[in-house]
């Protein structure tokens, strides 16, 4: 696999809050002072942006997020802006908030109680919360982000948009929906996956905090990447044999589109075991595969024998056939993507699982597997995904807005690409074709499920570029064969 070296690694608030220590402790660097570069960093932002803005409304918390909200205040008359300032409560006595405040308040800043606006903003400014944020907010908080949702001013939210869980991309009640982010010293791990999509565009300010400072990261987002040309005295033998698993009565879509993703991701041969009633279908409409009927293990076991890897579970089902393919083929230990029936069967019966293991599922299929509610998956995806990776001792791919990919070690790594065109049939296949073709030319689990998923996703984005409804798993094939080898960005 080919990476640029460009690293952007993720923290959760406690990493966050130990950095801000840290800083503190062993460079020297006051609370205050990093609040005051966050705020310059933060309005040069704004001016960047917008700059024609001058009427400037800041919503500012009680913590130090609202302290950020008060220099960016002070910072913002200083430049000649109209600011109004609401304060949602009073800030801590001592603290850097309350400082903030004060120094807004002597350079002439009045402090309004949060009421509904009645002055129009070219920019709201949130400063609710950051990553203190522990409880749906309530009372002048909740109407306060209500508010700022109705009114179409873009919003630009100070560290984390206010009402989404900096660790978690969760949000416990009603949250801000920004036009973009300005994130201080780290970048926080929820604005990446779930609802973190809430924070817009995101730009991260260092605040001159050392590197050296932050430790080792929780997650890294994933990098655009490819395979490495293909050596020229290759040939199909060397790029492997894919035998996707699948397609009972009326399901012989899902495993042709595993197998044909398969095929477009450069696997040297794709078969495919299913019906008998698929085969005709679909050898005529993809020659390049070889479909067999198979009525059981005794049929499956010689497509067993000449493949390299297996996509299992596409189209299934959890009737006895595909509950009697499914058992022979975990049994001969092959690399394998587990998917879709191939993960409820999982859950109906657990077993030992093959060495080089690739689930796929949704949070559906998440928390089918861990006993749970989808809605407790997407309360916390990280700890979903490392809690699947560690009990299954499998990679896991979580898939959703901002996939997770999770490894048995605990490495954890989000895709930051896809678009909601991809909540359509299919393209839970696809994503499991292509993962099991990138198996099948040699890289590793987790190479083949941070690889797969980028591209399948990065795909996705271009092909929505003609629209994201409508948009069919068939369409990402030409996009993932160009991306694939390097022809577009
Ligand atoms: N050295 C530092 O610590 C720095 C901190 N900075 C800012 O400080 C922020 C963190 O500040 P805080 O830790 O004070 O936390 P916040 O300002 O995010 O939250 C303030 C407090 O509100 C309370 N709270 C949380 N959710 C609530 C809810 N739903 N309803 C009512 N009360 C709720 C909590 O007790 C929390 O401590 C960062 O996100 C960043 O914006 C920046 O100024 C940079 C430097
Ligand atoms: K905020």
């Known amino acids: 696999m080919t990476a640029p070296s460009i690293d952007i690694a993720l923290f959760t608030s406690d990493q966050a809050r130990a950095i801000d220590r840290r800083a503190t402790d062993e460079a020297g660097m006051p609370g205050y002072e990093l609040m005051n570069r966050a705020a310059a960093s933060a309005f040069a932002m704004l001016r960047r942006r917008w700059p024609a803005a001058r009427r400037l409304r800041v919503v500012c918390g009680t913590g130090n997020n609202g302290g950020d909200g008060y220099l960016v205040a002070r910072d913002a008359r200083a430049s000649g802006c109209e600011v109004v300032l609401f304060a949602l409560g009073e800030p801590r006595p001592g603290s850097d908030a309350e400082r903030a405040r004060r120094d807004f308040e002597k350079a002439g800043g009045v402090v309004h109680p949060w009421g509904p606006p009645t002055e129009p903003a070219d920019v709201i400014v949130d400063a609710i919360y950051g990553t203190g944020l522990n409880r749906a907010p309530e009372g002048v908080a909740k109407a306060a982000i209500e508010a700022m949702g109705t ?109 044909e993703a398969a095929a477009r991701t450069g696997a040297g041969l794709v078969s495919v075991a299913t019906r008998e009633e698929n085969v005709l279908a679909m050898n005529a409409a993809r020659p390049e595969l070889m479909a067999r009927g198979v009525d059981g293990p005794q049929t499956l076991a010689p497509l067993l024998d000449k493949a390299s890897v297996l996509a299992l579970g596409p189209g299934l089902g959890q009737a006895a056939w595909g509950h009697a393919l499914w058992t022979t083929a975990l049994d001969a230990n092959l690399p394998t993507v587990l998917d879709a029936d191939g ?60 996939s997770l990919v999770a490894t048995p070690q605990g490495a954890v790594f989000v895709c930051p690409w896809g678009n909601p065109g991809m909540a359509s049939g299919g393209m839970g296949d696809t994503l499991t074709g292509i993962i099991a073709g990138l198996l099948a030319q040699g890289c590793d689990a987790t190479e083949a499920a941070c690889l797969g998923v980028g591209l399948h996703a990065r795909a996705a984005d271009v092909a929505a570029r003609a629209g994201e409804r409508g948009l069919l798993a068939g369409d990402l094939l030409e996009p993932l064969r160009r991306l694939l080898n390097g022809r577009e960005d």
């Open 151 to 259: 009114e179409g001013a873009p919003i630009l939210a100070l560290d984390v948009p206010s009402g989404v869980s900096a660790d978690t991309g969760a949000c416990p009640g009603v949250a801000v929906r920004a036009e973009a982010t300005a994130c201080f010293i780290v970048h926080k791990r929820g604005l990446h996956t779930h609802q973190g999509e809430r924070a817009g565009a995101i730009e991260l300010f260092d605040l001159g905090v050392p590197a050296s400072l932050r430790g080792t990261p929780d997650a890294h987002l994933l990098q655009p990447a490819t395979l490495p040309p293909r050596p020229r005295d290759a040939h199909k033998g060397t790029n492997g044999h894919v035998l996707v698993i699948g397609g009972d009565h009326g399901t012989g879509g899902a495993a042709r589109m595993a197998a």
């Open 343 to 402: 993960l409820n069967l999982l859950h109906a019966e657990p077993r030992d699982l093959p060495g080089r293991l690739v689930i796929t599922p949704h949070p559906g299929e998440a928390g089918r597997l861990l006993d749970r509610s989808t809605a407790d998956v997407q309360d916390d995806r990280f700890a979903a995904a490392r809690e699947l990776a560690r009990r299954f001792r499998a990679t896991v791919v979580l898939k959703g807005n901002g």
